[in-house]
């Protein structure tokens, strides 16, 4: 039984050593679609190109795997498109939030919770409302949208 264990795994490992060349090539062509469009054909051919210069079978899959990791440190020297955030979602989210903390403040204080304790709803309450007013004064402001 061993013996065949033993060889089955030989076949399967001659079977994906013969397969490393068609891996990286896969993995060569994923990484530069990754890459913004201006700059996918020369990547590409570049990595191709050193592609025939490696040795070995795993030596392709190796460098293909450094091509696609590179990618994103591509992508982070690329100037990335501003978002676009919702003034009127943080608005009405930081409002909900404030107004479910002043509630449960209020409940808790008619409960007869000590003051230590009311003072901890302050941390929710306090940067709720700031938001809030900020918000209402960007929208004003700038419009919709902000930018970042």
């Given at each position: ?32 679609a990754r890459l913004p469009e ?111």
């Amino acid at each position: 039984m061993e013996l065949l264990i033993g060889l089955l795994m030989n076949i399967l490992g001659a079977d994906l050593y013969d397969r490393c060349p068609r891996l990286a090539r896969f993995l060569i062509r994923k990484a530069a679609a990754r890459l913004p469009e201006n700059k996918r054909e020369a990547y590409a051919e570049e990595w191709s190109s050193h592609l025939a210069d490696c040795d070995t079978k795993l030596d392709q899959l190796r460098h293909a795997l450094g091509c696609w990791w590179s990618v994103g440190g591509i992508l982070r020297t690329e100037p990335q498109p501003k978002r676009a955030y919702s003034l009127d979602a943080i608005i009405v989210g930081s409002g909900l939030t404030s107004v479910g903390s002043i509630g449960g403040a209020v409940m808790d204080a008619m409960a007869g919770a000590p003051w230590l304790y009311l003072m901890g709803y302050l941390f929710q309450i306090v940067p709720g409302i700031y938001v809030l007013i900020l918000g209402i004064h960007m929208r004003l402001k700038q419009g919709r949208y902000m930018y970042i």
